[in-house]
């Protein structure tokens, strides 16, 4: 005989999240549609009606509205009444000036610029080339970036939100107050290093990016009064990183690259962090634990984006080993990007490569 019951792969329940899954591509254009009309920051003190919000935007009214009826269904927006709508709990987020803004990711993931990305995935799966090598032909995949001034200057507000958030709750589960110098290696605009400086009067700091986020580096440590305690320098960590800290600090660099250039990275480290220094990466862990799928999505835009990817603790103790480092300990942290702090040593006696 056979079973009647019906898998669970042919319930209408599955098929109907299935359903779901293959259409939500729509959810994230939509919301880079609301970021890209400034819907959120028109909302931010009261509830507007669909009209309203078309004439302010110049959009069609219309078709706004149905855009908006779908995003309240994932709580960005709340309908209170027919054809007139308020803010949601999600859509605060995309407000430009909101505490922890994610209007520039919004932003810059969606639109023609994401679409040429995303519209690549079956060729990254195949080849296992990243989107931007394949768009830039080149084997930075932050080149295409470079090109575009535009999307550059988003790039860099979407890493800065990023930073907001993936220090979320990190100041308060790891303790750098032992770092006397404190080397920041791809720190961007210099976001995190300001903030770990700023709860640490005595320590002092290195700033060390590409020349093209110098002027933005400057510009953070500069409004927060930290000239005379952060220097800000630009090279390519492919070379060398400053020598004469005792803790280096990187934040979601090493998951932009494949193994190979991840060791070369870590290598340069091993050779200008002190004897008795520590290595502190920050980055989005896969961990069977996590609270939300949010890492193993980003392991996708890894893939996607750089070709690097997200690490379990196991590979980042094959990486920090393969590069002179003993890992040490793992911290989890609150952060909703899955930031965990991932502290090594030197191995003594090793030599780097």
Known sequence: MHSTTPSPATQPEAAARLLELIQMRLVSEAIHVVAALGIADLLADQARSVEQLAEATGAYGQSLGR??????????????????????????????????????PALFFGGEAGASVVELFEHCVKTGESASQKLSGALNPFNWLLRDPVQMKLFNASMTAFSTLHMTGVLEAYDFSQATQIVDVGGGHGRIIADILKRNPGMHGILFDLPHALA???????????????EVISG?????????????????????????????????????IAANGKLVLLETMLRPTA???????????????????ERTEAQYSALYRAAGFELTRTVETISPTGTTVIEGKPIQGSRAG
Not at 89 to 103: I, M, N, T
């Open 291 to 309: 609270l939300s799928v949010y890492p193993v999505l980003s392991d996708l835009n890894m893939l996607l984006m750089t070709g690097g990817c």
């Open 216 to 230: 933005g580096g400057q510009s953070t440590i500069s409004q927060a009064g930290l000239e005379d305690r952060c």
């Open 67 to 104: 855009v908006m009826r779908a995003l309240s269904s994932f709580g960005v927006f709340s309908e209170e009444t027919p054809g007139r709508f308020a803010l949601g709990p999600l859509g605060e987020r995309l407000r430009s000036d909101a505490e922890g803004s994610l209007h520039s």
């Open 236 to 272: 390519d960590f492919f070379a060398s990183v400053p020598g004469g800290g005792n803790t280096y600090l990187l934040s979601r660099v090493i998951h932009d690259w494949d193994d190979e250039k991840a060791i070369a990275i870590l290598t340069n480290v091993r050779r200008a």
